[in-house]
């Protein structure tokens, strides 16, 4: 309780925002915009009815584009109770060596160590959902800092949870559960520095500005790093230990073996996240390159095929000793299955994933062997080793969602499609900010079928769906060309609030129970807005033709009241529509309809498009001669168009129900730890 009470203290003087010598302790929350000295002198503030003279004034300005979703009701808080909850194991920990009381407290902090764990991944994960639901990167992982900076103390959490597991069942790993339990919460507090200094404004999307006060959370790691450190080094030696080691036939050996694999990758991770911190240090311009996806994922792939691997052989391991024949006998029967049903989907499940040569494309189908074999191997355990015990299978469980992720982020990753290649000849010209590849980007021009691989996609339209005109919705309607199919995309953008400028991609999303289908606008041109061409007029008869820029242009016939799809007149009234044939350079052929109705003694007009060829064409008038006048324009600014972005994630669902089943497993896990404590109590 002294370890968690100096942690309410430091948290405390965060929020007092006084000045004690001149020197600032904290920032208070309660602190209005006029009162901050960067604002103090803003002209706005002059005014007495400034609250009245902005409308924005009565309600601030909303949250950030990019948070407004429902996701971001629920991921923050559960996050940051799992960032708090970090604080009891390291509290456990800290008063174990300062009363050297070295190994009593381990079965009760067992419990609330899985409630850690349990949490912080909840959050973890959550905050992956909010992303895939939220932002155009395409998926649910960036390697983004503020993602690592809350992975890595998990990370660091799960080692000491199960090197605390190994410690209880046999006495070995006390010293290393000590120094894993310290280093988790030290990390959420270094966590908190890299996202709240400042110092990843330029490396991540959502870090924070620097807030003022750099030096405050530096000492807020100092003053709980140094005494801890002091501590684990003058108690080390007492900490009991086993000299024997452990036999490698032994579930704790290979515990332990996952435990220091998952530590060596969160160290790799957290000290690519702090290259920003460590330039500053020594002056150097380090990066993860210019794919940082890649410079994590091609070492985590193999952190991924080795803990997949370990999930599923230890739990079949005992404690101390295991037989070899007896290990062999319950082992083959899962491992052939996995191997078979890996074999199998790497053969015909189509992963075709070259984008970094056959030797990560090796990597994968390894990688994907063993997070089947992890599946297989701790559901075959629950029958096989527990006898069917649920109430004893929490560890199974939850290694049966982690395969199920494995499995999940491997085949979702390698067979990701992008199926809005651009066919249409129309290139968007995109900012190097923006990191998108034009060949990626179909342009959807209003109102045109347009190839997209296996499917049509019609741009329809875009609609404003609330008063305040801060949401556009974009109508996306998609056909297979089998004759399958057709479903709708909504895509949208919202606009920027906080002082920003510009809007926010949100993308749309259709589900399978196999797939998903992922989209999201990436540019758009509303067309006509400064369009400064005009109408031509020529005069044609049936059969005519008139030559525009990129092609031709036929009159087919005019027909007198039309009654079809697009108008309806009957015999009373007084219409005529010119049908018209265009043919551009491609022999592509289009049809237009523009039409001139008399009512109550005054000639209407209306013009017909063709976007795809930048055309308007209208009827102007009829001369005594049966011919017509045809009133063409082209524009190159005319045509309303999108950009469109549409990624296929094959079997993205085994993630999420990979993750839920993990959270079972933790949950069950801790109930049976409680009510195991309150047994023996």
Request: hydrophobic share 45%; charged share 15%.
């Amino acid at each position: 309780m002294t370890v968690i009470s100096f942690a309410q203290l430091c948290l405390a003087t965060m929020i007092m925002g006084i000045y004690i010598f001149n020197i600032k302790i904290g920032n208070s929350p309660f602190l209005l915009v006029r009162q901050m000295p960067a604002f103090a002198d803003a002209p706005i503030f002059q005014r007495p009815d400034y609250l009245l003279s902005v409308p924005q004034m009565h309600d601030g300005q909303g949250l950030n584009a990019l948070l407004q979703n429902y996701w971001m009701v629920i991921h923050p808080p559960i996050l940051f109770l799992g960032f708090a909850s970090t604080i009891v194991p390291f509290a456990f920990a800290i008063a174990g060596l300062w009363k050297k009381e070295y190994g009593s407290w381990t079965k009760t902090a067992l419990p609330w160590t899985l409630f850690s764990a349990c949490i912080l991944g909840t959050g973890i994960m959550m905050g992956a959902a909010w992303a895939y639901e939220s932002l155009s990167f395409g998926g649910y992982w960036a390697w983004d800092p503020v993602e690592n900076a809350s992975l890595v103390p998990w990370l660091v959490l799960i080692a000491g949870l199960h090197t605390l597991v190994i410690y209880n069942s046999t006495g070995h790993s006390l010293r290393a559960t000590y120094l894993f339990l310290i280093l988790e919460f030290i990390l959420v507090l270094y966590s908190t520095f890299l996202t709240r200094s400042g110092i990843l404004g330029d490396t991540s999307v959502h870090a924070f500005v620097d807030s003022g006060m750099n030096t405050q959370l530096i000492l807020f790691i100092v003053v709980f790093l140094v005494p801890a450190l002091i501590l684990l080094i003058r108690e080390y030696k007492k900490i009991p230990h086993i000299t024997k080691e452990e036999n490698t036939y032994s579930r704790e050996f290979w515990m332990f073996i996952g435990s220091l694999v998952i530590f060596l990758s969160s160290i790799f991770i957290i000290i690519a996240t702090s290259l920003p911190v460590i330039n500053i240090i020594t002056g150097k311009k380090w990066t993860t390159g210019d794919d940082a996806e890649f410079s994590y994922n091609r070492i985590e792939i193999f952190i991924a095929i080795i803990l997949g691997a370990l999930t599923a052989i230890t739990q079949y391991l005992k404690y101390k000793q295991t037989t070899k024949d007896f290990f062999i006998k319950k082992i083959w029967l899962p491992t052939l299955i996995a191997l078979i049903l890996s074999i199998l989907y790497s053969v015909f499940g189509g992963i075709h994933y070259d984008k970094y040569g056959t030797g990560y494309l090796a990597a994968i189908h390894l990688g994907l062997f063993c997070a089947i074999y992890s599946v297989v191997a701790n559901c075959s355990y629950i029958w096989i080793g527990l006898k069917g015990k649920l109430k004893a299978a929490g560890a199974s469980v939850a290694h049966v969602g982690f395969g199920l992720m494995l499995v999940g982020i491997l085949i979702s990753s390698s067979k990701k499609q992008v199926l809005s290649y651009n066919t249409t000849g129309i290139n968007i010209n995109f900012t190097p900010e923006s990191k998108q590849n034009p060949l990626e980007n179909i342009t959807l021009l209003k109102n045109v079928q347009t190839d997209m691989g296996k499917y049509w996609a019609t741009y329809l339209g875009n609609d404003s769906v609330n008063e305040a005109h801060t949401a556009t919705y974009f109508h996306i309607r998609m056909q297979k060309k089998d004759g399958g199919e057709e479903f709708d995309l909504y895509p949208f953008l919202i606009k920027a609030t906080k002082g920003q400028e510009g809007f926010a991609f949100n993308p749309s999303k259709h589900h399978y129970w196999d797939k998903d289908i992922f989209s999201y606008v990436s540019a758009i041109d509303k067309g006509g807005e400064n369009d400064t061409s005009s109408f031509k007029s020529y005069t044609v008869a049936v059969n005519d033709t008139v030559f525009y820029s990129k092609g031709y242009i036929v009159l087919d016939k005019v027909i007198v009241n039309p009654n079809n799809e697009k108008y309806h007149f009957t015999s009373k009234d007084t219409a005529l529509m010119a049908a018209v044939t265009v043919v551009g350079r491609d022999s592509i052929r289009y049809h237009a309809s523009p039409l001139l109705y008399i009512k109550n003694n005054e000639s209407h007009f209306i013009i017909d498009t063709v976007f795809a060829q930048n055309l308007a064409i209208g009827f102007g008038s009829v001369s005594d001669n049966h011919k017509i006048e045809l009133r063409i324009k082209e524009s190159d600014n005319m045509v309303p168009f999108i950009a469109l972005k549409v990624f296929e994630f094959p079997h993205i669902n085994i993630l999420w129900i990979g993750v839920l089943v993990m959270i079972a497993g933790f949950i069950m896990s801790i109930v049976r730890r409680v009510r195991t404590l309150m047994v023996a109590a």
